[in-house]
T-cell receptor, first 114, second 114 residues
Framework: DGGITQSPKYLFRKEGQNVTLSCEQNLNHDAMYWYRQDPGQGLRLIYYSQIVNDFQKGDIAEGYSVSREKKESFPLTVTSAQKNPTAFYLC?????????????FGPGTRLTVT | GESVGLHLPTLSVQEGDNSIINCAYSNSASDYFIWYKQESGKGPQFIIDIRSNMDKRQGQRVTVLLNKTVKHLSLQIAATQPGDSAVYFCAETLPIQGAQKLVFGQGTRLTINP
């Protein structure tokens, strides 16, 4: 059963703590993405990775960090430097190649920081 | 700048009626567009896509229309069902550093009334 998994579904943290969100895919996709979604808003790109051991900043990378040590995994760390970390975080993956555009999304992790 | 927006944030239709969700985009360099459906607390699901060299594409109960002259995209859902209630996002793809970025609109919440 192929797909993208994100865990946990809900995460609660105290302000000032770093927290890492998991994203795993078994679709054999090369590219992976992290988005943030705020209530009533669209998705904004945090980081993306086209290949293992390489990643690029998206539109709102400040206060976040990622790693891509394995093809199937792209964890996101929300650091204490992120001013408003409470949000719904979505991970996506995509095949890389000519004419491939569709991104497949995971179920998301809702992070609440108090 | 790059942005994708929607004309209406909410839309209510009677079950069985047709619905039309609109989207305006601003970047004429985009060559591919996707409509996603997002149910509450879940990740977006692909509905239908269209390339910029087309002006219409049909799927099962859904049709996407693209008007490049006025940079307008629409999603038509025929014979709406309760399961169609969700937030619908349009997204355009833009090139970034050898990759493709999805730029999402804010979304339209579609409610199907019984």
């Amino acid at each position: 059963d192929g797909g993208i998994t994100q865990s946990p579904k809900y995460l609660f943290r105290k302000e000032g703590q770093n927290v890492t969100l998991s994203c795993e895919q078994n679709l054999n996709h090369d590219a992976m993405y992290w988005y943030r979604q705020d209530p009533g808003q669209g998705l904004r790109l945090i980081y993306y990775s086209q290949i293992v051991n390489d990643f690029q900043k998206g539109d709102i990378a400040e206060g976040y960090s990622v790693s891509r040590e394995k093809k199937e995994s792209f964890p996101l760390t929300v650091t204490s430097a992120q001013k408003n970390p409470t949000a719904f975080y979505l991970c996506a993956s995509k095949r890389v190649g000519q004419g491939t555009y569709e991104q497949y999304f995971g179920p998301g992790t809702r992070l609440t920081v108090t | 700048g790059e942005s994708v927006g929607l004309h209406l944030p909410t839309l209510s239709v009677q079950e069985g009626d047709n619905s039309i969700i609109n989207c305006a985009y601003s970047n004429s360099a985009s060559d591919y567009f996707i409509w996603y459906k997002q149910e509450s607390g879940k990740g977006p699901q692909f509905i239908i896509d269209i390339r910029s060299n087309m002006d219409k594409r049909q799927g099962q109960r859904v049709t996407v229309l693209l008007n490049k002259t006025v940079k307008h995209l629409s999603l038509q859902i025929a014979a709406t069902q309760p399961g169609d209630s969700a937030v619908y996002f349009c997204a355009e793809t833009l090139p970034i550093q050898g990759a493709q970025k999805l730029v999402f609109g804010q979304g339209t919440r579609l409610t199907i009334n019984p």
